[in-house]
């Protein structure tokens, strides 16, 4: 079964410094999207991305963050300075059309700042 | 606006036992609902879907939930816990365009007692 891959499965980063998330959506899916979950908190929406564009964006992805497909098949997901309020679970996730059902996520990616 | 609650961050059943996992919504349309389960170390798989058919969705592993309108509740049950099914839970909510990303609940963690 096709799968949403994301890199590095843990990332720990200093203050200040700048991360690269990545991830590899399905291939024929058009709609990416990113997600954080702090610990203990909920699963929290940060951007979606279509057609090379951002499509909406929350609150919480303010200038800092920035979301490239550089190449056709990775997503990548920056943060320029890191916080320690930073640190958390990043979801990326994936589906083939519009319809709210065809979610793929991948298996996340741990930050922690320190 | 919509969100999700889910009563119980953590809940502990016999192998065996009934499982309920609660979940409450609000959504000012039509909600599509879900529910996505993470095992260790892995990403959010889906596990069922209502989308405005039948009110009651069954789903994989054996788990159901009942779409019930006067409550605003979309309630997880599984008839008897197995020891594989210790993991995080998710309650999500969107509606019906596709175009409004999902709404995460905090997760109910699923603790399964031999």
């Known amino acids: 079964e096709p799968e949403v891959t994301q890199t590095p499965s843990h990332q720990v980063t200093q203050m200040g410094q700048e991360v690269i998330l990545r991830c590899v959506p399905i291939s024929n899916h058009l709609y990416f999207y990113w997600y954080r979950q702090i610990l203990g908190q909920k699963v929290e929406f940060l951007v979606s991305?279509?057609?090379?564009?951002?499509?909406?964006k929350s609150e919480i992805f303010d200038d800092q963050f920035s979301v490239e497909r550089p190449d056709g098949s990775n997503f990548t997901l920056k943060i320029r300075s890191t916080k320690l309020e930073d640190s958390a679970m990043y979801f990326c996730a994936s589906k083939r059309d519009i319809l709210n059902y065809g979610y793929t996520f991948g298996s996340g990616t741990r930050l922690t700042v320190v | 606006a919509q969100s999700v609650t889910q009563l119980g961050s953590h809940v502990s059943v016999s192998e065996g036992a009934l499982v309920l996992l609660r979940c409450n919504y609000s959504s000012s349309v039509p909600p599509y609902l879900f529910w996505y389960v993470q095992y260790p170390n892995q990403g959010l798989q889906l596990l069922l879907k209502y989308t405005s058919a039948a009110t009651l969705v069954k789903g994989i592993n054996g788990f159901e939930a009942e779409f019930k309108k006067s409550e605003t509740s979309f309630h997880l049950t599984k008839p008897s816990a197995h020891m594989s099914d210790a993991a995080e839970y998710f309650c999500a909510v969107s509606d019906k365009s596709g175009n409004t990303p999902l709404v995460f609940g905090k997760g109910t963690r699923l603790s399964v007692i031999a």
């Open positions: 991305f279509y057609n090379n564009e951002i499509s909406e």
